[in-house]
Structure formats: structure tokens, C-alpha cells
T-cell receptor
Framework: AQKVTQAQTEISVVEKEDVTLDCVYE???????LFWYKQPPSGELVFLIR??????QNEISGRYSWNFQKSTSSFNFTITASQVVDSAVYFC????????????FGKGITLSVRP | DVKVTQSSRYLVKRTGEKVFLECVQD?????MFWYRQDPGLGLRLIYF???????EKGDIPEGYSVSREKKERFSLILESASTNQTSMYLC????????????????FGPGTRLTVT
């Protein structure tokens, strides 16, 4: 069975602070895929990144960066110099290899960035 | 851009009514999904479909059914709505599993907030 744990439920920071959102996963698959989604107050989930289990390179996209560590089964997400527009619920998700494998979501982290 | 649309943003129905939630995607995706989102529980998969006229149960299918008569449309049906089905319902679509075992991301619609009174 697959499991995604986002232990932080709510985080509040002041604008321009850096913030890291943690994601820990469990799976028996040797090939799997990890995702991060953002859900702003409007409600629509927005895809941010996909990472394959065989690619452990970290990724940076503007103020966003992702740290994938297979050894600790973690896929953490860091926002540098946070902005008010980053306020949202962030979900980490995991999908296994099988063709019919489902996407398993964590419970989400509510990030509030105060001006 | 992928576009997933849902028929209503807000819906209020009475207990016992039959409710249809419609979802349409315009990118010729094979896969379509219905989730419900509740505070503290995250997203839970209700049903999914990998092809026309094909459906698979997700984690919480009880009280729901689905229909996929055309590739672009996936409907969620509440046969007899109950108050515990008050929730946010999210539809998503994705390509299948591509070359090199690449798993494509799911694209979500804006959601339907259903209230059953």
C-alpha cells in the first residue's frame, strides 16, 4: 500500500521568509512518481512538479526548489523569499508503476504568507 | 493548455435527490478521475476511468456511480444524496502511462462544492 505523510498541517510565515514543506512517502514499488500540487483559494489544484524515482536530481524553478532523497523517502518543497500569492494548500502525491496504479495524496499543508 | 471543466461551482440539493456532476476535458486524455476533498482528510478517490465505458472503484465508491459514454466526459452520480456527501468534488484527467514508464500528471477542474440539506 502507498502512503504519503505531510506532517505539517498549517504553516504561517511573513513575506520574504523561506519556507520548507515536508513530504514523506511509503511504497513497495521500485519505480514510482512523486508530484506536488498547489491549491489556491480559488480551489483548482495546479500541478507544480513531477519527479521519477530513478531521477534523484534536485530541481529549481524560480523561487521553488524540490529536494528528493530516496534514502529518507522524502520529497520536500522549499519556497524562497515567500510572497502573499504563495498562500495556498500544498499537496504532495505518489503514484506507483502499474498501469492502473492510483495517485495517493497527502492531507495537504495550508501555507499562509502574511505581508 | 489542458482544460478540465465542471458543470457547476456550487450546488445545493436535498436529501434523497439524484445528483449529476459533469466533467469535460478537451485534451483527448484517456484517464479521468473523481475525488472528494474534505477538511483534514485531503483528496480521496471515488472512481476513475481509463477508457470509454470503463470504470474502476477508487477508495470510497459507496453511494456513488459514474458514467463515461464519451472519451471527453466523465459523470459522477449520487443516486440518493445524503448529508454526508456534502463536500468539494474535484474532477481530473491525465494521459496514460507514457514512454519510458513516464506517469503523466493529472489536471484538475475548478471543483464543485455540493451541499446536501
Amino acid at each position: 500500500a502507498q502512503k504519503v505523510t505531510q506532517a505539517q498541517t498549517e504553516i504561517s510565515v511573513v513575506e520574504k521568509e523561506d519556507v520548507t514543506l515536508d513530504c514523506v512517502y511509503e511504497t513497495r514499488d521500485t519505480t514510482y512518481y512523486l508530484f506536488w500540487y498547489k491549491q489556491p483559494p480559488s480551489g483548482e489544484l495546479v500541478f507544480l512538479i513531477r519527479r521519477n524515482s530513478f531521477d534523484e536530481q534536485n530541481e529549481i524553478s524560480g523561487r521553488y526548489s524540490w529536494n528528493f532523497q530516496k534514502s529518507t523517502s522524502s520529497f520536500n518543497f522549499t519556497i524562497t523569499a515567500s510572497q502573499v500569492v504563495d498562500s495556498a494548500v500544498y499537496f504532495c502525491a505518489l503514484r506507483g508503476r502499474g498501469a492502473n496504479s492510483k495517485l495517493t495524496f497527502g492531507k495537504g499543508i495550508t501555507l499562509s504568507v502574511r505581508p | 493548455d489542458v482544460k478540465v471543466t465542471q458543470s457547476s461551482r456550487y450546488l445545493v440539493k436535498r436529501t434523497g435527490e439524484k445528483v449529476f456532476l459533469e466533467c469535460v476535458q478537451d485534451m483527448d486524455h484517456e484517464n479521468m478521475f473523481w475525488y472528494r476533498q474534505d477538511p483534514g482528510l485531503g483528496l480521496r478517490l471515488i472512481y476513475f476511468s481509463y477508457d470509454v465505458k470503463m470504470k474502476e472503484k477508487g477508495d470510497i465508491p459507496e453511494g456513488y456511480s459514474v458514467s463515461r459514454e464519451k472519451k471527453e466526459r466523465f459523470s459522477l452520480i449520487l443516486e440518493s444524496a445524503s448529508t454526508n456527501q456534502t463536500s468539494m468534488y474535484l474532477c481530473a484527467s491525465s494521459l496514460g502511462q507514457g514512454p519510458g514508464l513516464l506517469s503523466y500528471e493529472q489536471y484538475f477542474g475548478p471543483g464543485t462544492r455540493l451541499t446536501v440539506t
